[in-house]
């Protein structure tokens, strides 16, 4: 059985994208007021939407700390942006909310968003998803990892220099194994799993996707930022 070494490279490569991933945070003020007194169901929304709005921030910053990401063409790097931002919204969140918050609080959460206009239907994939990622106890350099290689689909909606793409998100990939095996010597098809959330996550942009079209429906307000990478009009 061949010994596996994450190389020094590897190990630099890595030591960005962890730092990256941790240097930008939503401020501790907005996800607060989450848990805090009860709100309206519009008060409710509003939270959330502000607290996406902060979500996209901070992803914009952290991808454009993925080595290799500004020497991409402009628009592949608006088209990877645009095409992973729920996922990359939805694994930060569910990442940051398992980690963050001791169990009592996920009734809380799951009360607020229920009670903020979304849809049943949506409610159940989004917490199966959140279960399952805090089922995996993810170090934060597999999180850190994990969300840069969501980033870097290069078959993203438009992106034109798909290759160029692969190239960056390959030695993610590389490290990534390398580190499961590492970390997780007595659960082989540990990385199977955490690419299988990649998978999982895909199903929950289309969920996003329709929830867009109601909230629309009844009139709910998004930031220009949201508007912007959401493709609402
Ligand atoms: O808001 C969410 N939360 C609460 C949340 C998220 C992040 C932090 C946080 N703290 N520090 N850093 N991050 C705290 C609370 C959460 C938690 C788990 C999953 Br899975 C998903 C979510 C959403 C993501 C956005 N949507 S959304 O549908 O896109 C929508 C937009 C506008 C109105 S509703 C709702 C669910």
Redesign the pocket.
């Known amino acids: 059985k061949e010994k596996v070494k994450i190389t020094k490279e590897q190990q630099a490569l890595m030591k960005v994208v962890v730092e990256a991933y941790n240097r930008h945070?939503?401020p501790?003020d907005?996800?607060k007021k989450?848990?805090q007194e009860q709100y309206s169901e519009e008060e409710n929304?509003?939270?959330?939407?502000?607290?996406?709005?902060?979500?996209v921030q901070?992803l914009v910053e952290f991808t454009k700390n993925i080595p290799g990401f500004l020497s991409l063409n402009h628009e592949d790097q608006i088209a990877l942006l645009k095409g992973s931002a729920?996922e990359a919204?939805?694994?930060?969140?569910?990442q940051?909310?398992?980690r963050?918050?001791p169990n009592g609080h996920t009734e809380v959460?799951e009360e607020?968003?229920r009670k903020?206009?979304?849809s049943e239907e949506?409610m159940t994939p989004?917490?199966n998803?959140?279960k399952s990622?805090g089922e995996l106890h993810m170090m934060q350099e597999e999180q850190a990892l994990l969300t840069a290689i969501a980033i870097l689909t290069p078959d993203r909606p438009y992106v034109k220099d798909q290759q160029a793409v692969e190239r960056l998100q390959e030695p993610m990939l590389d490290v990534l194994r390398k580190l499961c095996v590492l970390q997780h010597p007595q659960e082989p098809q540990y990385f199977a799993r955490l690419l299988g959330r990649l998978t999982e996550l895909r199903t929950?942009n289309h969920y996003?996707a329709e929830?867009l079209t109601s909230?629309r429906m009844n009139d709910?307000k998004?930031t220009p930022l949201?508007c912007e990478i959401?493709d609402v009009e």
Do not use: C, D, N, P
Not at 47 to 55: C, D, F, N, R, V
Not at 89 to 94: H, I, K, T, V, Y
């Open positions: 945070q939503i501790q907005v996800a989450l848990l929304f509003l939270l959330l939407t502000e607290m996406a709005t902060s979500q901070v729920v919204m939805f694994l930060r969140s569910a940051v909310f398992s963050k918050m959460l607020r968003i903020s206009g979304i949506f989004m917490f998803f959140y990622i929950l996003h929830m909230w709910h998004f949201l959401w």
